[in-house]
Each structure stands twice: as structure tokens, then as C-alpha cells.
């Protein structure tokens, strides 16, 4: 509770700092208060506490990804230091703006209430339309934002009507409510809709397939900041409540939708490789990727039956981390050479060894080799998913992870073994701090993955 | 505790290394791989007495899944964790002749992929296993792909990140299999999955999990296409840690993490893939007589070799599995040699090519005698170490069916009319225009060839030592393997 307060605090001060001419502190703040935030969120490991007649929950899962989701927006703000140091006028509303989106994702992971779900989904979700559309004279980035607020506000009049149909059927917005609704009467087809329909937009809002249409045009023209908040922010907690949903109140619909779902899995999967494949913008490929990893954390929300919540946990931070990196250090090659493609990578190994290094096992992380963080992701994910016994789902999960090699090995190919085009490379300290954290803990949580497979 | 000293030496070293700078870069790197060839050395006593029981080490690392930081030292480890303890050193000094572009991050590599090596064949949990299989792979796709010196850039990318992704496809099943293993099991340990009782079934799949990241990285026919580019395209030195070392631990997981885990699977599916193995060996052969690039027709000899260990493997006998670990190890050296000729010869004249080159022997006779000896211990003449290898290999071939050893038989003939006819267009004959100012070796270059004759002689005149070494592992194998 506190974590949530305190966050929508702190985005409020962000605004106000700019009557008050702070607009120099206005980032320390932030980022202070952040890591403050995040200590705070830290006591609360161990409570099972509710506020406001259920609206909020706080037990440990909400507290382990409100944790992951603090970390990834104190690093999305140390980023954005220098990100927007050409707007310098309008910083306090963009990082009040991000604040907000963090808000709005703390109350997806905590939410007790079908209104309180809505409602975080929203504030994530208006905040992020405005972010995506930041650079105001850019046609692409405009494009981005409308496309996703048209088909964002879609999905969200889709949740609102589940919502309203699970409503009628069981009188409750509670989660608790519903759930006890369901164990206790046969729910008739009115309630299944509805979860369909709660169903349809997450999965939206996860950008699996089919429902992946917007992602790469809003990841490629967003600024690539926002970029990097959609693919991590947005994404970590659509899934933390799609599993909070549909592990407890849902859960009773999900026989009915299991083929659907595992249908949906293998389709995100096939889809977001496979078109990855044939991109030559490093940015787009990693929203077609994006798509792909979406893919393999829907494996943990069809094994939902088993407690996938660990596995899930530990995907989504060693794929948020090296996501960060990635973006961090596309941002960094975007600054110097004035391009997002392949061919702009050309020759980093030489110029800069560290931070080709660091993108590097960025990628091998994400393609899931050992011993980085991103291979215990997928064998966490994978053993539950074989434990539910889709063994079938896993091979096609297995087979499309040598798909993702090629693609993530165009860039470190690009880096290695083209010629450089010789222009100078910049790195600002901030980036070199937010990239070395996100290694850090790469190598870490894939050497220790103890450190954190067992917190749920 | 020496154990877990020798597995991190070769780590440490690739650090220090890396920071020394490319200057001191190679000094540093041949200090680390003599430190582990010390350390391996320091733990020779028992297994020459014979001992029974493993040197074992086991820390908790991972508590969910249950995963243990445990090694194991055998008598079939041992050999192998010598021929890379002592092959390493030895081919970082091999590169000493040559100017290496950013030397740091070179010898660094090789130093991690030792590291990497070790681990394999130390492992005594599955999924330890597992990452140092993939760990091993990462520093020789780096070190095939960036001190590759063929021009064609395209042709070796494309070339080495195929290798990379077939060697990575298989290993990826190999996981599969591993959690479905442990999904059965609780454990990840040799002795939990030795004790598994899988139906019939699941082990007729669960063989094929497991077999094809071992037969890509063998190769088995006909899983090898990545092989021969991937030799040709990789810097030598690149080219004798895949041939000389990492391709034996394709071979090492069959024995540990194959045969004794699923028996059944494998008695299934064993004459499918003896007769894929004897395939292979002919196939190498006639495709290796064909060959006018040196370093190909090396990588097509190599690739009939140790298609005939995988099929004494599978022929489940004690001749075939002793067979099977004198000639990895014969293997590793002679394929090290010969690579090395090929180095020098490449570096001198500046070409592979078999029909340019001729009349060597006459202006540099030393190169001449060392390479017809590492010939022709390839080619198993008796005395050398590859004889006892081939012999014992084609035994038990003979005792599972006598027409598929007649067939695998044929691989002598046809290795000896391939090298010998090598050997006489490269070295015999008259000198021409590339080949007149060849200069003999130089004592770097003997020091390297002495070292790996007297190992070829050694174990070819006195095998007792190192088979008596392997014989109870080998044998506990065996036993599992056919319960």
C-alpha cells in the first residue's frame, strides 16, 4: 500500500517541482525517492496485509514484482537524464509522465479488486500513449501514439465489458468474491464470456498473437526510451496480473480456454520469431522479440495449475534486465551514429570492446545460453510448463529458441566482423551505469539463480 | 580441493590474461594452461594404482531445481581432463610463430574454453554438465569466427555461425531431455539417473534427446555437414581445440550421460546407429581421398575416425569401450599434429592446396620426418598409439556383427591410401616455385612435434598404463549400460 502512495506521491512532486524551479534536483529526487520506494517495498516481504475492503492486496508476489518494476523505472529515469536533455523544458512532465505508468503497473501487480485492475491498467496505459507520442514533430512517433491509444482504448472497452459480464454473474467486483462464487455454484456461459473477454484483452495488452498488430509500428516509431517501458514496464506487469487473475478468480475458466491459450502460446511463439528473422532495424527486431519472449512467458500462464509464479518472476527479470541493457546501448548507438539498423553497429567490437561485450551477453541472455540469466529464465518456464504436460509446447518452444539465435546473432556478427564506419562513440556515465548494473545482474542471477528462484 | 583448483586455473588465467594485454597476452596464457597440466599431474597418483572409487568434490549450488556444484574424477575423466590439460598449453604455444591481432582477448578465449572443457568432463551433475557443454561453445564460435583467416568474410560467417547453431539446436534437446529426467528423477546426479527405471518407451525417445546434441558434436553421419567448413574456416589453433579436444566431448556423453542413463533406448536404437557410424566412416574416407584442401581432407579423415569409436561405443563390449577411449585419446594428439603440419605449411607457402605444393622433404627433412610419423600413426601402423585404438575398435566391432567390422575395416585401407598419397604430392617429388625456399622448423616448432611423437609412442609400445587407468570406470559404464 505504502509502495503505491508514495509512488503516485512522488510523480506528483515531479509535477510541482517545475512551479517551484527544481527542474535541476527534479532528477536526483526522483531517482532518490525511488530507491527509497523500493526499500520500503522491500519491507513489506513477509506481510499479507488488504486496504481499502480488498482493493489492495499486498503478499509476497505483489511485493517481488512491485520490487522488479521499481528497479526497471529507476532505471528507465537515470536514462532519461540525458534521453531528453533537447526538451529540457517539459523533463518534470515526462518523468512525472514514466512515474505515472509505474504507478499504474504497481496497482496491476497488487490489485484486489476488478476495479482496481482496471484502473492501473489504465494509468499505465494513458500515460504510456502520451509517452509514445512525445516527439511531438516526429511523424512516426505520432503515428505510434495514435495507433496504440485506437487500439489500446479497444481492448480496454473489451476488458470493461468482461468485467461487466462477470459482474452480472457473480455480483462481485472482489477477486476473493469471485472466486468463491466459483467454487461454490456452476458459473453458466455468461461467466465464461466474460473471462474471454478479460482473456482477449490481456492478451492484447501482452501483444500475443494474434493480437500483436500494433507492437512492432508503436515499438519502432515511440521513442526508444518508451520503447524500452513498453517492452519491460508494460509488459512484466500485464503478465503479473494476468497470472494473478487467472491462478485464483478466473482460474475456474481456464479449462475451457486451455486449448485456446496453448494455441495462442504457440502461435506468439512462431509469429514473434519468425518475423524477427527478417528485420534489419535492431529496434524492431527487438519488438518482434519482444513478441517472441511474450510467447514464452504465456508457457507459464498455461501451466498456470502448477505454482508457475517463481518461473514467471525470474523470466521476466532476466528478460527486463537484459531488454534495458539492449535499449540502453541501442540509445548510446542511435546518439552517435544516427541510425537504429544493423549496419549501425558495424565494428563496435573494435571501437568500444566493453560495450560490444555488454550487448553481447545481452543477447546471449535473451537467447537463452548459459550461463546468463536469460537460459534460467526459459528452464524454469520450460520444467513448469513439462511438469503441466505440455511436453509438446516446450519442443516447439525449444526449437523456435534456435530460431531466436539468428537474429540475435545478426548484431553481435554486425559488431564483431564488419568494418566500422569511424565515427567516435559517446557513452554518458548514466548509461554506463544503468548498462553495467543491468550485466551485473545478468551474470549474477544466471550464476546464483538461487539468489532469486525462490522467492515465491 | 586440488580438483576444484585444476577446473578453476584455466578461468582465472583467461582474466589475468585478458588484463595483461595483448603484449604479455600469449606468456600469460601458456603459464595458465602448464598451471593446470601441474595441477592434473598433482592428482595422477591413485588413478595409475588402479583406483576404484572417483575423486569427488559436491557443493549445494542450486536448491530449486535441486542442482549440485559436484565433480567426479575417474579413470576415463582423467584421461581426458590430461589430453586437454596437457593439449591446451600445448596449442597456445603452437600459435607462438604467428602475429595475432588483439592476442588479449585470443588467449583469453582459449583459456575460458578450457575452463569450459574441463567442466564437461569433470561434471557429475546433469545440468553442470549441460552449462559447461554450452560454456565451452561460446569462446570457439568467438575464436572460429574473428581470427578466421580464409578472405571470404560472408563465406566464414555464414560457415561458423552454421556450426553454432547446430551444435546449439542439439544441445537444446539435450535440455529437454535433462528436465524430463529430472522431472522423474528429483536429481540431476549420475547415480539418481544411473538408478531411474524409464519404460521402454520414453527411453526409445529420450535416446534421441540426448543422442542428437552428442552426434552433432562428434559428428555422426549424417549430422556432420557443419564439420568440414567449420575446420577449414577456423584459425588452426581454433581448428585443434574442436578436433583435438571438444569433439571427444560428444563421445564422453555417451558414455556418461547416455549409455548407463538409458539402456533400454539405447539397445533399441544401437543398430541404427552402428550402421550410421560405419556409414560415416567410409563416407569420410572416399570423400577425403577427394580432397585437394589440406585442412578438408584432414576434417573428413577425422570425421571417419571417430565415426569408427561411436560405433565400438555402441557395440556395448569391453574391447569396443576400451577401444573406444585409447583411440580419443590417440586421436587428440595425432589430429594436433597433423593440423600443426598443415599450419606450418600454410604459413610458409601460403596455401592448402595438395596439387600446388610438392618436394618439401627436400629442402626441410626434419618437417619431413616428424609429419611421416604423425601420418603414419594416423593411419594405425602398429607401434604407434592409433594401432591399439583401431585394433581394439574394430575387435569389438567384430564381436557385434563380423560383415559391419569388414566394412569399418575398410577405413584403414582407404585412410591409407588418402594420407600416403597426401603426404607424397605434399612433401615427395620436385620442389617448385612456392615450395623451393621452404625453411625447416625451428626449435619452437620441434619442441611441439617431440612432444607429440613421444606421446604417440608411448602409448603406442606401452597402452597397459593408461588402459589399467581407465578399465574400472569403463567397466562400472558398461555394467549400467547393460543392466
Given at each position: 500500500m505504502k509502495t503505491l502512495v508514495y509512488t503516485s506521491t512522488l510523480g506528483l512532486v515531479c509535477m510541482l517541482a517545475e512551479m517551484f524551479s527544481l527542474r535541476k534536483f527534479i532528477l536526483p529526487i526522483a531517482v532518490t525517492g525511488l530507491l527509497v520506494i523500493f526499500g520500503l517495498n522491500a519491507s513489506n516481504w513477509g506481510e499479507n496485509q488488504a486496504f481499502f475492503h480488498n482493493m489492495v492486496v499486498i503478499d509476497n508476489f505483489s511485493v517481488a514484482f512491485s520490487g522488479l518494476l521499481l528497479l526497471l523505472g529507476v532505471f528507465i529515469l537515470v536514462l532519461s537524464g540525458n534521453f531528453y536533455k533537447n526538451e529540457e523544458s517539459k523533463i518534470s512532465d515526462y518523468l512525472a509522465i514514466t512515474i505515472f505508468t509505474l504507478c499504474g503497473a504497481l496497482a496491476m501487480v497488487s490489485f484486489g479488486n476488478m476495479a482496481m485492475f482496471f484502473l492501473g491498467l489504465e494509468v499505465l496505459s494513458i500515460s504510456l500513449y502520451v509517452l509514445a507520442g512525445s516527439k511531438r514533430k516526429d511523424v512516426r512517433s505520432n503515428e505510434a501514439a495514435m495507433k496504440y491509444f485506437l487500439m489500446g482504448s479497444f481492448a480496454s472497452g473489451v476488458l470493461l465489458f468482461g468485467i461487466a459480464l462477470i459482474y452480472g454473474e457473480t455480483g462481485s467486483f472482489d477477486i476473493q468474491g469471485i472466486t468463491n462464487y466459483a467454487a461454490n455454484s456452476t458459473p453458466s456461459l455468461l461467466y465464461y464470456i466474460g473471462a474471454g473477454m478479460i482473456l482477449i484483452a490481456l492478451l492484447f495488452k501482452v501483444s500475443a498473437?494474434?493480437?500483436?498488430?500494433?507492437?512492432p509500428d508503436v515499438y519502432e516509431g515511440s521513442p526508444t526510451l518508451t520503447t524500452a517501458t513498453m517492452a519491460t514496464i508494460a509488459k512484466i506487469s500485464a503478465f503479473a496480473a494476468f497470472y494473478r487473475l487467472f491462478s485464483s478468480s478466473l482460474g475456474s475458466a481456464m479449462p475451457a480456454y486451455a486449448w485456446v491459450l496453448s494455441g495462442v502460446t504457440a502461435l506468439t511463439i512462431i509469429v514473434g520469431n519468425f518475423s524477427a528473422l527478417n528485420q534489419d532495424s535492431f529496434k524492431r527486431m527487438l519488438a518482434f522479440s519482444g513478441i517472441s519472449h511474450a510467447g514464452y512467458m504465456l508457457l507459464a500462464i498455461v501451466s498456470v495449475y502448477g505454482k508457475t509464479d517463481n518461473a514467471l518472476f525470474f523470466y521476466s527479470l532476466a528478460y527486463a534486465v537484459a531488454s534495458i541493457a539492449a535499449f540502453a546501448i541501442a540509445i548510446v548507438v542511435a546518439a552517435n551514429v544516427g541510425s537504429e539498423k544493423f549496419d549501425a553497429f558495424n565494428g563496435l567490437g573494435k571501437r568500444k570492446p566493453l560495450l560490444a561485450m555488454a550487448l553481447t551477453i545481452a543477447m546471449l541472455s535473451m537467447a537463452g545460453i548459459p550461463p546468463f540469466a536469460g537460459f534460467f529464465g526459459k528452464y524454469y518456464i520450460f520444467s513448469e510448463a513439462v511438469r503441466a504436460g505440455h511436453l509438446g509446447l516446450v519442443i516447439l518452444a525449444v526449437v523456435n529458441s534456435i530460431v531466436g539465435v539468428y537474429y540475435y546473432f545478426k548484431v553481435i556478427i554486425a559488431m564483431y566482423t564488419k568494418d566500422s564506419s569511424e565515427v567516435s562513440l559517446t557513452i554518458k556515465p548514466a548509461y554506463s551505469v544503468v548498462i553495467v548494473v543491468c550485466i551485473l545482474i545478468t551474470i549474477l542471477a544466471g550464476v546464483f539463480p538461487s539468489m532469486f528462484a525462490n522467492l515465491l | 580441493m586440488l580438483l576444484i583448483a585444476l577446473l578453476f586455473i584455466p578461468l582465472a588465467f583467461s582474466l589475468i590474461t585478458y588484463l595483461s594485454g595483448d603484449r604479455y597476452a600469449k606468456y600469460v596464457a601458456l603459464a595458465g594452461g602448464a598451471a593446470a597440466f601441474v595441477a592434473c599431474n598433482l592428482l595422477k597418483a591413485p588413478f595409475i594404482a588402479g583406483a576404484l572409487a572417483p575423486l569427488t568434490y559436491a557443493h549445494n549450488w542450486i536448491s530449486n531445481p535441486v542442482i549440485q556444484f559436484s565433480l567426479s574424477l575417474d579413470g576415463l575423466s582423467f584421461m581426458l581432463v590430461a589430453l586437454t590439460s596437457f593439449l591446451v598449453p600445448l596449442i597456445i604455444f603452437t600459435t607462438y610463430g604467428k602475429a595475432i591481432d588483439n592476442a588479449k582477448a585470443f588467449y583469453a578465449l582459449i583459456l575460458l574454453m578450457e575452463f569450459g572443457l574441463l567442466g564437461v568432463f569433470l561434471a557429475d551433475d546433469g545440468f553442470l554438465f549441460y552449462i559447461f557443454w554450452e560454456l565451452a561453445l561460446i569462446p570457439i564460435f568467438f575464436i572460429a569466427l574473428l581470427w578466421g583467416e580464409n578472405q571470404d568474410k560472408d563465406f566464414r560467417n555464414r560457415a561458423i555461425f552454421k556450426f553454432f547453431v547446430y551444435t546449439l539446436a542439439g544441445s537444446l534437446f539435450m535440455l529437454v531431455g535433462f528436465i524430463y529426467l529430472y522431472q522423474q528423477s528429483g536429481s540431476f546426479s549420475t547415480a539418481a539417473l544411473y538408478a531411474l527405471n524409464l519404460s521402454p518407451k520414453e527411453q526409445g525417445f529420450l535416446f534421441w534427446a540426448f543422442f542428437l546434441a552428442f552426434a552433432i558434436k562428434i559428428p555422426v553421419f549424417p549430422f556432420h555437414t557443419w564439420q568440414p567448413d567449420t575446420y577449414k574456416e577456423a584459425p588452426t589453433a581454433g581448428t585443434m581445440l574442436l578436433a583435438g579436444i571438444m569433439l571427444k566431448m560428444g563421445l564422453y556423453g555417451l558414455l556418461r550421460w547416455l549409455l548407463p542413463v538409458l539402456p533400454e533406448g539405447v539397445m533399441l536404437w544401437t543398430p541404427l546407429v552402428i550402421v550410421l557410424a560405419t556409414i560415416g566412416v567410409i563416407y569420410g574416407s572416399v570423400i577425403a581421398i577427394k580432397q585437394d584442401d589440406l585442412k578438408k581432407l584432414l576434417a573428413y579423415s577425422s570425421f571417419a575416425h571417430v565415426g569408427l569409436i561411436t560405433a565400438g561405443i555402441f557395440t556395448l563390449t569391453r574391447e569396443g569401450f576400451q577401444g573406444a577411449a585409447v583411440q580419443m585419446f590417440a586421436h587428440g594428439f595425432n589430429v594436433v599434429g597433423l593440423f600443426f603440419a598443415a599450419e606450418i605449411i600454410l604459413r610458409r607457402t601460403g596455401t592448402l592446396s595438395i596439387s600446388q605444393l610438392g618436394g618439401i622433404r627436400n629442402v626441410a627433412p626434419k618437417f619431413a620426418a616428424c609429419f611421416v610419423i604423425v601420418v603414419l600413426a594416423s593411419v594405425a601402423l602398429p607401434t604407434t598409439n592409433a594401432f591399439i585404438g583401431e585394433f581394439l575398435l574394430l575387435f569389438g566391432v567384430y564381436e557385434y556383427n563380423t560383415w559391419l567390422a569388414v566394412i569399418a575395416g575398410l577405413t584403414i585401407i582407404l585412410g591409407a591410401v588418402y594420407m600416403l598419397r597426401m603426404y607424397q604430392n605434399v612433401m615427395l617429388g620436385e620442389t617448385n616455385a612456392l615450395t623451393a625456399g621452404f625453411a625447416d622448423l625451428n626449435w619452437q616448432e620441434m619442441l611441439v612435434f617431440i612432444l607429440i611423437i613421444i606421446g604417440i609412442f608411448q602409448v603406442g609400445l606401452y597402452p597397459k598404463q593408461l588402459m589399467d587407468m581407465m578399465q574400472p570406470s569403463l567397466d562400472f559404464i558398461l555394467n549400467n549400460s547393460l543392466k
Amino acid at each position: 500500500m505504502k509502495t503505491l502512495v508514495y509512488t503516485s506521491t512522488l510523480g506528483l512532486v515531479c509535477m510541482l517541482a517545475e512551479m517551484f524551479s527544481l527542474r535541476k534536483f527534479i532528477l536526483p529526487i526522483a531517482v532518490t525517492g525511488l530507491l527509497v520506494i523500493f526499500g520500503l517495498n522491500a519491507s513489506n516481504w513477509g506481510e499479507n496485509q488488504a486496504f481499502f475492503h480488498n482493493m489492495v492486496v499486498i503478499d509476497n508476489f505483489s511485493v517481488a514484482f512491485s520490487g522488479l518494476l521499481l528497479l526497471l523505472g529507476v532505471f528507465i529515469l537515470v536514462l532519461s537524464g540525458n534521453f531528453y536533455k533537447n526538451e529540457e523544458s517539459k523533463i518534470s512532465d515526462y518523468l512525472a509522465i514514466t512515474i505515472f505508468t509505474l504507478c499504474g503497473a504497481l496497482a496491476m501487480v497488487s490489485f484486489g479488486n476488478m476495479a482496481m485492475f482496471f484502473l492501473g491498467l489504465e494509468v499505465l496505459s494513458i500515460s504510456l500513449y502520451v509517452l509514445a507520442g512525445s516527439k511531438r514533430k516526429d511523424v512516426r512517433s505520432n503515428e505510434a501514439a495514435m495507433k496504440y491509444f485506437l487500439m489500446g482504448s479497444f481492448a480496454s472497452g473489451v476488458l470493461l465489458f468482461g468485467i461487466a459480464l462477470i459482474y452480472g454473474e457473480t455480483g462481485s467486483f472482489d477477486i476473493q468474491g469471485i472466486t468463491n462464487y466459483a467454487a461454490n455454484s456452476t458459473p453458466s456461459l455468461l461467466y465464461y464470456i466474460g473471462a474471454g473477454m478479460i482473456l482477449i484483452a490481456l492478451l492484447f495488452k501482452v501483444s500475443a498473437a494474434p493480437f500483436h498488430f500494433w507492437a512492432p509500428d508503436v515499438y519502432e516509431g515511440s521513442p526508444t526510451l518508451t520503447t524500452a517501458t513498453m517492452a519491460t514496464i508494460a509488459k512484466i506487469s500485464a503478465f503479473a496480473a494476468f497470472y494473478r487473475l487467472f491462478s485464483s478468480s478466473l482460474g475456474s475458466a481456464m479449462p475451457a480456454y486451455a486449448w485456446v491459450l496453448s494455441g495462442v502460446t504457440a502461435l506468439t511463439i512462431i509469429v514473434g520469431n519468425f518475423s524477427a528473422l527478417n528485420q534489419d532495424s535492431f529496434k524492431r527486431m527487438l519488438a518482434f522479440s519482444g513478441i517472441s519472449h511474450a510467447g514464452y512467458m504465456l508457457l507459464a500462464i498455461v501451466s498456470v495449475y502448477g505454482k508457475t509464479d517463481n518461473a514467471l518472476f525470474f523470466y521476466s527479470l532476466a528478460y527486463a534486465v537484459a531488454s534495458i541493457a539492449a535499449f540502453a546501448i541501442a540509445i548510446v548507438v542511435a546518439a552517435n551514429v544516427g541510425s537504429e539498423k544493423f549496419d549501425a553497429f558495424n565494428g563496435l567490437g573494435k571501437r568500444k570492446p566493453l560495450l560490444a561485450m555488454a550487448l553481447t551477453i545481452a543477447m546471449l541472455s535473451m537467447a537463452g545460453i548459459p550461463p546468463f540469466a536469460g537460459f534460467f529464465g526459459k528452464y524454469y518456464i520450460f520444467s513448469e510448463a513439462v511438469r503441466a504436460g505440455h511436453l509438446g509446447l516446450v519442443i516447439l518452444a525449444v526449437v523456435n529458441s534456435i530460431v531466436g539465435v539468428y537474429y540475435y546473432f545478426k548484431v553481435i556478427i554486425a559488431m564483431y566482423t564488419k568494418d566500422s564506419s569511424e565515427v567516435s562513440l559517446t557513452i554518458k556515465p548514466a548509461y554506463s551505469v544503468v548498462i553495467v548494473v543491468c550485466i551485473l545482474i545478468t551474470i549474477l542471477a544466471g550464476v546464483f539463480p538461487s539468489m532469486f528462484a525462490n522467492l515465491l | 580441493m586440488l580438483l576444484i583448483a585444476l577446473l578453476f586455473i584455466p578461468l582465472a588465467f583467461s582474466l589475468i590474461t585478458y588484463l595483461s594485454g595483448d603484449r604479455y597476452a600469449k606468456y600469460v596464457a601458456l603459464a595458465g594452461g602448464a598451471a593446470a597440466f601441474v595441477a592434473c599431474n598433482l592428482l595422477k597418483a591413485p588413478f595409475i594404482a588402479g583406483a576404484l572409487a572417483p575423486l569427488t568434490y559436491a557443493h549445494n549450488w542450486i536448491s530449486n531445481p535441486v542442482i549440485q556444484f559436484s565433480l567426479s574424477l575417474d579413470g576415463l575423466s582423467f584421461m581426458l581432463v590430461a589430453l586437454t590439460s596437457f593439449l591446451v598449453p600445448l596449442i597456445i604455444f603452437t600459435t607462438y610463430g604467428k602475429a595475432i591481432d588483439n592476442a588479449k582477448a585470443f588467449y583469453a578465449l582459449i583459456l575460458l574454453m578450457e575452463f569450459g572443457l574441463l567442466g564437461v568432463f569433470l561434471a557429475d551433475d546433469g545440468f553442470l554438465f549441460y552449462i559447461f557443454w554450452e560454456l565451452a561453445l561460446i569462446p570457439i564460435f568467438f575464436i572460429a569466427l574473428l581470427w578466421g583467416e580464409n578472405q571470404d568474410k560472408d563465406f566464414r560467417n555464414r560457415a561458423i555461425f552454421k556450426f553454432f547453431v547446430y551444435t546449439l539446436a542439439g544441445s537444446l534437446f539435450m535440455l529437454v531431455g535433462f528436465i524430463y529426467l529430472y522431472q522423474q528423477s528429483g536429481s540431476f546426479s549420475t547415480a539418481a539417473l544411473y538408478a531411474l527405471n524409464l519404460s521402454p518407451k520414453e527411453q526409445g525417445f529420450l535416446f534421441w534427446a540426448f543422442f542428437l546434441a552428442f552426434a552433432i558434436k562428434i559428428p555422426v553421419f549424417p549430422f556432420h555437414t557443419w564439420q568440414p567448413d567449420t575446420y577449414k574456416e577456423a584459425p588452426t589453433a581454433g581448428t585443434m581445440l574442436l578436433a583435438g579436444i571438444m569433439l571427444k566431448m560428444g563421445l564422453y556423453g555417451l558414455l556418461r550421460w547416455l549409455l548407463p542413463v538409458l539402456p533400454e533406448g539405447v539397445m533399441l536404437w544401437t543398430p541404427l546407429v552402428i550402421v550410421l557410424a560405419t556409414i560415416g566412416v567410409i563416407y569420410g574416407s572416399v570423400i577425403a581421398i577427394k580432397q585437394d584442401d589440406l585442412k578438408k581432407l584432414l576434417a573428413y579423415s577425422s570425421f571417419a575416425h571417430v565415426g569408427l569409436i561411436t560405433a565400438g561405443i555402441f557395440t556395448l563390449t569391453r574391447e569396443g569401450f576400451q577401444g573406444a577411449a585409447v583411440q580419443m585419446f590417440a586421436h587428440g594428439f595425432n589430429v594436433v599434429g597433423l593440423f600443426f603440419a598443415a599450419e606450418i605449411i600454410l604459413r610458409r607457402t601460403g596455401t592448402l592446396s595438395i596439387s600446388q605444393l610438392g618436394g618439401i622433404r627436400n629442402v626441410a627433412p626434419k618437417f619431413a620426418a616428424c609429419f611421416v610419423i604423425v601420418v603414419l600413426a594416423s593411419v594405425a601402423l602398429p607401434t604407434t598409439n592409433a594401432f591399439i585404438g583401431e585394433f581394439l575398435l574394430l575387435f569389438g566391432v567384430y564381436e557385434y556383427n563380423t560383415w559391419l567390422a569388414v566394412i569399418a575395416g575398410l577405413t584403414i585401407i582407404l585412410g591409407a591410401v588418402y594420407m600416403l598419397r597426401m603426404y607424397q604430392n605434399v612433401m615427395l617429388g620436385e620442389t617448385n616455385a612456392l615450395t623451393a625456399g621452404f625453411a625447416d622448423l625451428n626449435w619452437q616448432e620441434m619442441l611441439v612435434f617431440i612432444l607429440i611423437i613421444i606421446g604417440i609412442f608411448q602409448v603406442g609400445l606401452y597402452p597397459k598404463q593408461l588402459m589399467d587407468m581407465m578399465q574400472p570406470s569403463l567397466d562400472f559404464i558398461l555394467n549400467n549400460s547393460l543392466k
